[in-house]
């Protein structure tokens, strides 16, 4: 026992105590570094900025990040480039850990295409309805002598005869041919200033009626400004007691400078009553 107790206090265990301390703390940090290394702890990456970008591109910018990604969506829209991103999850700069994957939505090479419905022999209210449903727009309204009032006698695409079940792309519009009824029925004109040209077409269909001329302000340059437009000046302007006949146009002006646009547009002219 005393031999033992020696041992403790003897410089040879206090040697072999260190040595064991310095394995030890040895053994500690070359742990610590290889894990760090192989979770590359602290290091992130920069998501790229995959907007714009074709399929093509994304490939190989992720591959020199070391990133991966997955397309979730695709959508059609006139104003991006076709095939490329359009939005992105995580968002430009967000910082993510390398081999993390990048979900993008990219903008449709072709467009969607519909089927057209059946429309003829229902009425304008009822076609406006399926048109709508299937993703559709309602086009120019044509009356001709019949019996059937506001009843579809024939629907057109791009002024030719279109069968149901045809595939188009999705968003046209579909014209129609309707019954005047076995009098010239005519309609009030309603007050479509300050809206823009998709909203009064709407508007105008529930009277019977039809977008007309369309004149361009200095303010609007491209396809898209006239998307956003809105309308400052109709003719024929709403009137009391004033009515014009079913499928006439309204022409319009349209302008991107809100300083032109009237703001008092509540004046609301009931919509006659559709069969």
């Not at 742990?31 to 994304?58: C, K, M, N, W, Y």
């Not at 910082?95 to 990048?102: G, P, S």
Request: charged letters at 25%.
């Amino acid at each position: 026992m005393k031999n033992f107790f020696k041992f403790f206090i003897s410089k040879t265990f206090f040697i072999n105590v260190g040595i064991a301390l310095i394995v030890t703390v040895v053994i500690l940090w070359i742990t610590f570094l290889s894990l760090e290394s192989f979770t590359q702890h602290g290091e992130t990456i920069a998501v790229p900025d995959f907007r714009g970008l074709t399929l093509e591109e994304i490939t190989q910018l992720t591959n020199e990040k070391g990133l991966r990604f997955e397309v979730t969506d695709s959508v059609y829209l006139l104003d991006e480039k076709k095939g490329t991103v359009v939005d992105q999850n995580p968002p430009p700069d967000f910082k993510v850990k390398e081999n993390r994957k990048i979900f993008v939505t990219m903008n449709a090479i072709m467009p969607e295409r519909v089927q057209v419905p059946d429309l003829v022999g229902v009425s304008l209210r009822q076609a406006t309805a399926y048109i709508e449903t299937f993703g559709l727009k309602v086009g120019k309204l044509s009356y001709i002598p019949d019996i059937g009032k506001n009843v579809v006698l024939n629907q057109k695409y791009k002024g030719k005869d279109i069968k149901t079940g045809s595939l188009i792309e999705k968003g046209k519009a579909i014209d129609l041919v309707l019954g005047l009824g076995e009098t010239k029925e005519r309609t009030s004109v309603p007050k479509i200033i300050g809206m823009n040209i998709e909203e009064a077409t709407t508007k105008l269909a529930e009277f019977s009626l039809n977008i007309g001329a369309i004149v361009c302000d200095e303010s609007i340059k491209t396809v898209k400004d006239s998307s956003s437009a809105k309308i400052y000046k109709q003719f024929p302007m709403p009137m009391p007691k004033s009515e014009i006949s079913l499928g006439s146009g309204i022409d319009i002006w349209i302008t991107n400078d809100k300083t032109l646009v009237p703001t008092d547009t509540t004046t609301y002219v009931e919509p006659p009553e559709i069969d």
